[in-house]
Structure formats: C-alpha cells, structure tokens
C-alpha cells in the first residue's frame, strides 16, 4: 500500500477496467485463488466453471485446500464455450440439505485462446444478478487482453459482467512477473487478507509492477497483440496447408497442433522440434508478436517432417507464407 509505484499501476488498472480497486498479485493463479477465496465465505459452496478451466486442471486443487468448494466442471453443449443455458443446467440454487449451493460462477477468457463472447457474458450475469441470493462471478481474464485485442470487447464492457477479475501482466504482455484483481474496496480490502495469508505481501513490490506497467501501456494499449494473432493465424494455416488438422480453433495468439491426428506423440514432436532448433512443450503453440521469420521458417521444417513431407528446395517454399512474412517483417521494422 505504500510503494507508489504499484498504487499508480493498481489506479491504472482499475480505470482500464471500470472497477474501483485493484490489488497486485504474484501470479495468476494466486489472483484467481485469492479472488475465488474472498468472494467465498465458508462452506457448503460450489463453483460452475468449464470443464477444461485453470482454476480446475492447473492450479494444484487449490480451491479444494483453500476453500473447502466444490468446482462443477461443466462440458460445454456447444463444444467452445460456457452458454447461459448450460450455466442454469448446472448450477444449485435451492437449499436441499443433501446438495452443494454454487455461490460462484468462474468464467475464463481467453480458453485455449478461444474467445467467449462478450453477449453471453452479459446473459450469465444478468441471469446470476437475477437469484436470490445472487450467485457472484469471477472472470480467470488471464489472457482477457487478447479477447479485447481481437475485437470481442473492450476491457470495461467485459470486466463490467464480473464481480472480480484477474488479469496476468506476465503471459501475452511480456511482463517477467505479476497479476491483478480486480473488483469492489470492500472485495480487495478482504483480498489483501487473504492474499497475506498465502505468502502473497511483497515490500519489494516496485519491482514488479513498473515492468507490468511498461508491458500494460506499450505491449496492449500500443496494440502490439493484434501481431501476435496475425502470426498465430499464419502458422495454423502452415499447418493446415500441409494437411495438418487443428485440435482448437485459432482465434487469438494459440495454435493447437492435434499431434494424434498426424500420428504423433508430444515426446517424439518435441524431440523432433529440438533438432530444427525450436524447444515447446508439446502441440500447444503460444505466439508472440516478436517471433522472427528464422523462427517461423524453423517451424515450417518441423511441421514438413511431422506430417512426412519433402522439405524441397528454398524457392519451393510456400509462397503466401514467404509472402506473409516478408510483409510482417516489413511491419515490424516500421
């Protein structure tokens, strides 16, 4: 509370967002987790998320050892997205003693860099407000900015549907380390608590939040992620190009390589990307707006020897995608 430059990026951060507080968290995990635990006051309480969300898959159970809540993981109808109907479907409202109210709807944006939209955001609150009590909402708007800089909505008219909201400086942004919550003073007052209570308090915070302030104002209100989609979109068309199928749609800055479908596993991708010089983690490609075309050209050899084709000559490369990245390098010099 007392480092002036972390006051300055939480003011900044609440009038991005339309809320009117914010608290600096280390990570996006602790900002949901710590979000997750202040809107819930003690138990029996459950939680109506995607089935495929972080707060469920990836962050160490830790709503069940912090929270004591039960997390629904709810398989969309629709196969992309969270919809009000499979919300209702889903969600406890009665006070049967042998069930497990949900007090807390979580919603993540991006998904897999899939965009939910904004109108049915809009729909769940409205519909969440509606109850008696209202079921509150937290937004994992881990990667929200590449929502808002594909064109689905401004940050204020997403963040307006939720009553918290967790943003990471350190992903798509660049930033080396931090996250932020936002909501009511009431809800960060309790969240300074909590965050406290988990090791979160940091006296060194200056540190970490004048490199998430240069990444917030150059990287997404430059407009530097709109980039990092066209080179998203580039690759995923690469791939498909070669015949390669796509286990999620690009919409954002990920392209999701279905492995399975070429006959591959993620071991023998990864070995195969380390001899062209290129180190992932699997069929889960994040792209960046800084990728170089030595970088995209490497990747383009990969992709030939996964999919069993002839790497050919220089001049036998794919002409739209040589085209494509003369452009963009043409982009990115100006």
């Known amino acids: 509370m007392e480092d002036e430059t972390t006051n300055s990026l939480e003011s900044l951060i609440s009038s991005l967002t339309g809320h009117p507080a914010a608290l600096l968290v280390l990570s996006g995990t602790m900002g949901n987790q710590v979000a997750i635990r202040t809107?819930?006051?003690?138990?029996?309480?459950?939680?109506?998320?995607?089935?495929?969300?972080?707060?469920?898959?990836?962050?160490?159970?830790g709503v069940a050892a912090l929270c004591g809540a039960l997390v629904k993981g709810v398989i969309p109808k629709n196969g992309h997205h969270l919809t009000l109907e499979d919300v209702q479907k889903n969600?406890?409202?009665?006070?049967?003693?042998?069930?497990?109210?949900?007090?807390?709807?979580?919603?993540?944006?991006?998904?897999?860099?899939?965009?939910?939209?904004?109108?049915?955001?809009?729909?769940?609150?409205?519909?969440?407000?509606?109850?008696?009590?209202?079921?509150?909402?937290?937004?994992?708007?881990?990667?929200l900015w590449e929502a808002v800089a594909a064109g689905a909505g401004t940050l204020k008219e997403y963040c307006a549907a939720f009553d918290s909201v967790s943003l990471c400086f350190s992903k798509g942004l660049g930033a080396p380390i931090g996250s932020m919550i936002v909501g009511t003073p009431a809800f960060i007052k309790?969240?300074?608590?909590?965050?406290?209570?988990?090791?979160?308090?940091?006296?060194?915070?200056?540190?970490?939040?004048?490199?998430?302030?240069?990444?917030?104002?150059e990287t997404f209100l430059g407009g530097k992620l709109k980039q990092s989609h066209k080179n998203a979109k580039l690759i995923a068309s690469m791939w498909q190009k070669m015949g390669g199928k796509l286990a999620e749609p690009t919409e954002t800055n990920m392209v999701w390589l279905d492995l399975e479908a070429a006959e591959t596993t993620k071991e023998e991708f990864i070995a195969m990307a380390l001899k062209h010089g290129i180190k992932t983690m699997g069929g889960r490609l994040v792209v960046?707006?800084?990728?170089?075309?030595?970088?995209?050209?490497?990747?383009?050899?990969?992709?030939?020897?996964?999919?069993?084709?002839?790497?050919?000559?220089?001049?036998?490369?794919?002409?739209?995608?040589?085209?494509?990245?003369?452009?963009r390098m043409k982009v990115n010099v100006e």
């Open 288 to 327: 960046h707006y800084q990728i170089a075309e030595e970088g995209i050209n490497r990747l383009e050899g990969l992709m030939r020897e996964v999919l069993h084709m002839e790497t050919g000559s220089e001049e036998g490369k794919i002409k739209g995608v040589e085209k494509h990245v003369v452009e």
């Open 91 to 143: 969600a406890v409202l009665d006070d049967d003693v042998h069930s497990c109210p949900t007090k807390l709807i979580s919603l993540e944006n991006t998904l897999s860099g899939t965009i939910m939209p904004l109108a049915e955001c809009q729909k769940i609150a409205k519909w969440a407000r509606a109850q008696d009590p209202p079921v509150l909402l937290h937004l994992d708007g881990a990667r």
């Open 39 to 61: 809107h819930l006051a003690g138990p029996p309480h459950s939680i109506v998320t995607d089935h495929r969300s972080h707060i469920l898959e990836w962050e160490a159970g």
């Open 190 to 217: 309790r969240a300074r608590h909590i965050r406290k209570s988990i090791g979160g308090g940091l006296r060194q915070a200056g540190v970490v939040t004048a490199p998430a302030r240069v990444a917030v104002e």
